[in-house]
């Protein structure tokens, strides 16, 4: 069964199956930790720094802040205690989900199983938007650069574009604000914008991801 969606002021989250959580005195001194300079709030890089010491989570700045985003309740730039307990098990989850689809535990997944990723969180997303998805966030596997830049003599096929965690994260995190701002706005829920009624799902996740 797939999870369904939960609405944060920053957008959408999946609300996952239950997960043991981190009780609060322990979440309270993983936060403190975290919170490197003292002030009661975890910035970017200090919760980047964190999630890369705690088990090896290699997530861009980029996706720091736009997960960040959707927990930052009061829009201050930073992460206080209260908000930090969720985010830090949405982090978890978002991992174990991850190596779940990574069979071969190189770190990487392909279109195929980023599908069935968002297929979990009831998010089925057509053969189009998946390409164009992984064609933004994904990148060549090492073995596959050093046979397509010629070091194998071996005639070889285009190499396959493949999406680690960090743009994994990233992808789906897209693709699920999307689709509830799609839902919006055709429910009148969008501040008065509609998105066309001849625009489908995909054709709207196709023209908002092919954005730079």
Same mark, same amino acid.
């Given at each position: 069964? =797939? #999870? ?9 989250? +999946?609300?996952?199956? &239950? ?15 975290? !919170?490197?300079?003292?002030? %009661? /709030?975890? #910035? ?23 997960? @960040? #985003? *959707? ?5 201050? %730039?930073?992460? %206080?205690?209260?908000?930090?307990? +969720?985010?830090?098990?949405? @982090?978890?989850?978002?991992?174990? @989900? ?16 980023? =599908? ?14 998946? !390409? ?13 650069? /050093? ?6 003599? &071996? ?15 990233? &992808? ?17 829920? =969008?501040?008065?914008?509609?998105? +066309?009624? /001849? ?9 908002? *991801?092919?954005?730079?």
């Amino acid at each position: 069964m =797939g #999870s369904t969606l939960t609405h944060h002021p920053g957008g959408f989250a +999946p609300q996952l199956a &239950a997960l043991p959580n981190v009780q609060s005195d322990e979440c309270f001194a993983w936060f403190v930790a975290v !919170d490197q300079d003292g002030n %009661g /709030q975890v #910035s970017p890089e200090e919760l980047r720094s964190a999630l890369l010491n705690d088990g090896g989570f290699r997530f861009s700045t980029r996706t720091v802040k736009y997960i @960040m #985003s *959707i927990f930052d309740l009061d829009e201050s %730039g930073g992460i %206080g205690f209260q908000e930090f307990e +969720p985010l830090w098990n949405y @982090m978890n989850q978002w991992r174990q @989900m991850f190596d779940s689809f990574d069979i071969d535990r190189d770190n990487r997944i392909d279109g195929t199983e980023l =599908g069935q990723a968002l297929a979990y969180y009831d998010l089925h997303v057509g053969p189009s938007v998946l !390409d164009i998805l992984v064609k933004k966030y994904g990148t060549i596997a090492p073995q596959n650069q /050093q046979r397509h830049l010629g070091y194998s003599p &071996a005639p070889v096929l285009a190499p396959r574009l493949q999406v680690d965690l960090d743009h994994f994260v990233c &992808a789906c995190v897209v693709v699920q604000q999307m689709c509830g701002l799609y839902d919006r706005f055709n429910q009148g829920g =969008g501040g008065g914008a509609v998105v +066309p009624q /001849q625009m489908s799902r995909d054709e709207f996740l196709i023209a908002v *991801i092919s954005l730079p």
